[in-house]
C-alpha cells in the first residue's frame, strides 16, 4: 500500500494518520491506532467526497457517570466524521483540516448498542469547510445534530521548528 506521501499527485483515496503513515480510505478506514478514535473505539464504514459513515459503540468507556452516552463522545464523533470527510477536499501533501468550531444538539439518550454518525458537507471551500452531521442509532433514531467547520491549513504552517 502506498503512503499519502509515496503518491505523485494528490490522492483523495488515502488520508494521513496520526504517526504520518497512508491509511486507505475505502469500503472500511478501520481505526487509527494511538489517537483519541482509537481510544473511543471509532472505526470509519464508509469514505467518500460526498459522504462519511463512522460509528462506536456505546460501551462504558464513552458513558457519563450516570450511565448514557457522554455528549463530548458525540461530539468526537461527528468531528471525526468531518474530519475524514475533509481530508479527502484537499491536497493531502501540503494541507490539512482541523475543528475550528463544533456545535451539538443531543437529543436522545442512548445507554448501549450502536451509534453511527453520517457527515454530509455544506460548503467546501479552499480555506474552511462546514459539514452536517447526523449520528442515530440501530432503529435509526436521531441522538444527536452536530455541525463542523473545519479549517483547512498549510501542512508547512504546522512543522516544528528545528531544534538547535
Known sequence: MQSWRETSEPNPGYCRDACGKGTRVGAKCGTLQQTLHASLGITVEEAGRDRIVARMAVE????????????????????????????????????????????????????????????IPLHIGRRTQVWDVKITDEMDKLICVSRCTLAVLPLASLREPEKK
Not at 475550528?100 to 442512548?110: D, F, S, V
Open 60 to 119: 462504558p468507556r464513552v458513558r457519563q457517570s450516570f450511565g448514557f452516552l457522554q455528549g463530548g463522545a458525540s461530539v468526537a464523533l461527528a468531528e471525526t466524521a468531518a474530519s475524514v470527510g475533509g481530508l479527502l477536499h484537499v491536497d493531502q501533501a501540503n494541507e490539512c483540516v482541523v475543528g475550528l468550531e463544533i456545535n451539538a444538539n443531543h437529543l436522545r439518550i442512548k445507554r448501549d448498542g450502536m451509534i453511527t454518525a453520517t457527515a
